[in-house]
């Protein structure tokens, strides 16, 4: 909802706090881009494979 409601389709989505990355699907489910941070690892991998089984291999990521 609030993804509709601040942002446009093709407007890009930040979430600083990405976690396991559920506001970063959402956004490119709504056709919104999206950038997203996370220091824990763990949960970076989780996002990672999240949004690319639902997105495919559309997007460029960086786990370091």
Known sequence: RCIKAGSKVGDLVLDPFAGSGTTLS??????????????????????????EKEAGK??????D
């Open 26 to 51: 959402m956004a490119l489910r709504l056709g919104r881009n999206a950038v997203g941070c996370e220091l824990n690892p763990d949960y970076a991998v989780l996002a990672h494979e999240r949004i």
């Open 58 to 63: 559309m997007f460029v990521t960086r786990i």
